[in-house]
């Protein structure tokens, strides 16, 4: 079972910027694309920026330009900083990991494990 910690969040002014890390323990992970989702109330979970293990990255377009994904492969961490944030950024935010060997996905069917999340809120 592989255990994913998130950290980073927090309360923000409008354009201000936050570094979410996430650290996953327990079986190695090698192989395994990772990604960052994020839901806020009322809505479905949405996919935000993920990383493939050859370190390829893909963006959901309200995150283009302002996130940026990162990876340590040799940690088994994954970043995500986040500039410009808007108000619209407010969510609790989940890392994920995919499953071994596969194709990164922007779905959250294609990831294996998630951890608990973390409050990201931007005040206007």
């Known amino acids: 079972q592989v255990q994913l910690d998130e950290s980073g969040g927090g309360l923000v002014q409008a354009g201000g910027s936050l570094r979410l890390s996430c650290a996953a323990s327990?079986?190695?992970?090698?192989?395994?694309?990772m990604g960052w989702f994020r839901q806020a109330v009322g809505k479905e979970r949405e996919f935000v920026a993920a990383?493939?293990?050859?370190?390829?990255?893909y963006y959901a377009d309200s995150a283009k330009g302002r996130f940026t994904i990162s990876g340590d492969n040799a940690k088994n961490t994954v970043y995500l900083q986040m500039n410009s944030l808007k108000p619209e950024d407010t969510a609790v935010y989940y890392c994920?990991?995919?499953?071994?060997?596969?194709?990164?996905?922007?779905?959250?069917?294609?990831?294996?494990?998630w951890g608990s999340g973390t409050q990201v809120t931007v005040s206007s």
């Open positions: 327990g079986p190695p992970s090698r192989g395994r694309g």
């Open positions: 994920a990991a995919g499953r071994q060997w596969r194709a990164i996905s922007t779905m959250p069917e294609g990831y294996e494990y």
């Open positions: 990383r493939s293990w050859s370190d390829t990255t």
